[in-house]
């Protein structure tokens, strides 16, 4: 019997009414496994009132009670992780290993939001004229929502809902309908620590839920990952609605290998950065750029690398990459190495037409590997978000910072070098929202934000860290004035003599 996700409203499961399901596949095997009700817009509008009943009450809950019911979800997520990895693997194809990492990733971002008192602390400025006081203070927005991408299900959601709730918000998740039940088990979770009814909803769905969030009066903010056109199309309809938006789209990192680079080192950063996740990844480095006389020899450490990785089932120990999402996605990315010859690349490895023995109706790609790529070329000007890395040539260090920033993305880079002037020249010139040194994804810790610049975000916030806290809140400003006891009206006794 196939089994059916449904929504999840007011603290509990809410059947999908609507009448439409979308099919959920193993990548591993193309068999579908699982139903998801798509939600009408009714369903949306009643995910919305829940969250918007609750926050009249969550919005006044101490700040103990918040980090108390996170402690405790925190401790269930831990004790989960395996069961929540394994809901990953099933239904996105990532190998055990990347998805356990990526519920680790998560719990960074819980572990933020048990610490929200500090976050949350205000300002106090005494005496800015006689006996007059300002102070600062944030409070919640009301009603958020999230609206998360396929490679992450679990990861991402938890870059958001937890500070949201922390700062007295209520939240209704949008999870992608390729892979949404950990989010419904995270929403049990949730439950089970003691969240209230409302506090947390999730509606799965397609277009028509996504809309309906976007244009719902109650709907105070949106967060968004996925990819640039409908980052700018999710920030374009929600700003005109009246809502607060971080919207965060794709990507084509770079990575910089100057001459006096480890090139061992730096290969086996590429072969991480640009393969890891099946390349399904927002940072994944899908674009080396080598300056000067050492292309050939990084292009051939890359390629003993590469063709060392053993591809196959997610939950095969053995594996170190899995399958892509969908049949069609595989067709999509196979699409760009098949054209990159004609278009002047030089292709060193070529994964398509990839299969695994017993599972040859996986979704599979190889590994691919594309080399003297021109800026021109399709598989270069367009995010693939597959396992394909494109190497291009520099003659130097300035041509490739010229290159690097010429991109309409800038979400993370690297440079790769022993010079640590060439390093911070690097991090100050470069035009992109994260950077790494000697580190090929740039992904900061918990408490900085992240989020990249240029097509790759939308809105002024980023995500998560100080950002997050500040996006889910808003701030107020409050002057006071009191008179001083002893300017008491006559006959009032406050006990305070009258020429202190």
């Known amino acids: 019997m196939t089994k059916i996700v449904n929504h999840w409203i007011g603290g509990k499961t809410a059947e999908g009414a609507s009448g439409t399901y979308g099919p959920v596949t193993d990548p591993a095997t ?13 369903e949306v509008d009643a995910a919305v009132a829940a969250a918007k009943d609750a926050f009249a009450t969550w919005r006044h809950s101490s700040l103990a009670q918040r980090t108390t019911i996170l402690f405790k979800f925190r401790a269930l997520v831990d004790a989960h992780r395996d069961e929540i990895a394994g809901l990953l693997t099933a239904e996105h194809g990532k190998v055990h290993s990347d998805a356990l990492g990526e519920v680790a990733r998560g719990l960074e971002i819980i572990d933020l939001a048990c610490g929200i008192t500090v976050q949350l602390k205000g300002e106090l400025s005494t005496q800015v004229a006689t006996n007059v006081d300002v102070s600062s203070i944030r409070q919640p927005l009301g009603v ?4 998360t991408p396929f490679n992450f299900p679990a990861m991402v959601p938890m870059w958001m809902f ?12 949008k999870p992608s309908e390729k892979d949404p039940s950990a989010s419904v088990r995270i929403a ?24 309906r969030l976007l244009e719902h009066p ?21 700003s005109a609605n009246g809502k607060r938006v971080q919207a965060l789209g794709g990507a084509k990192n770079h990575m910089l290998v100057l001459p006096d680079a480890d090139l061992d080192a730096a290969a086996d950063a590429a072969v991480s950065a640009a393969y890891g996740s099946a390349g399904e990844r927002c940072m994944a480095i899908s674009a080396v750029v080598a300056v000067g006389a050492i292309g050939d020899a990084l292009v051939e450490k890359i390629r003993e690398r590469a063709e060392k990785i053993k591809i196959g089932p997610g939950d095969d120990p053995a594996s170190e990459m899995g399958p892509l999402i969908t049949a069609a996605h595989r067709d999509k990315v196979a699409s760009y190495v098949a054209g990159a010859a004609d278009e002047g690349a030089e292709v060193v490895l070529d994964g398509t037409g990839y299969t695994v023995e017993g599972y040859e109706d996986g979704h599979w790609i190889g590994i691919s590997l594309l080399d003297r790529v021109p800026v021109t070329a399709k598989a270069y000007q367009e995010e693939i978000f597959g396992p394909v890395l494109c190497v291009l040539r520099v003659d130097t260090y300035e041509e490739g910072v010229a290159l690097i920033n010429a991109s309409p993305f800038g979400n993370g880079t690297a440079i790769f070098t022993r010079d640590g002037g060439a390093a911070r020249r690097f991090q100050l010139e470069i035009e992109a929202g994260m950077v790494g040194v000697n580190v090929p994804i740039p992904v900061p810790v918990g408490y900085h934000s992240f989020g990249g610049w240029k097509d790759s975000l939308f809105g002024d ?40």
């Open 30 to 42: 193309g068999a579908v496994t699982t139903k998801v009700a798509f939600a009408s817009v009714e």
């Open 144 to 147: 958020v929502a999230g609206i």
């Open 162 to 173: 937890p500070l949201a709730i922390a700062c007295g918000n209520t939240f209704v998740l």
């Open 188 to 211: 049990e979770l949730l439950a089970e620590a003691g969240l209230p009814d409302g506090v947390f909803n999730v509606v799965h769905g397609d277009k028509v839920a996504v809309d």
């Open 218 to 238: 109650d709907v105070r903010a949106v967060s968004f990952v996925g990819s640039t056109p409908i980052a700018r199309y999710i920030h374009t309809t929600a």
């Open 461 to 500: 916030h980023h995500i998560y860290g100080n950002d997050g806290t500040h996006f889910y809140t808003r701030g107020k400003v409050v002057t006071t004035r009191w008179p001083d006891p002893s300017e008491a009206p006559t006959g009032v006794d406050l006990g305070f003599p009258r020429n202190h």
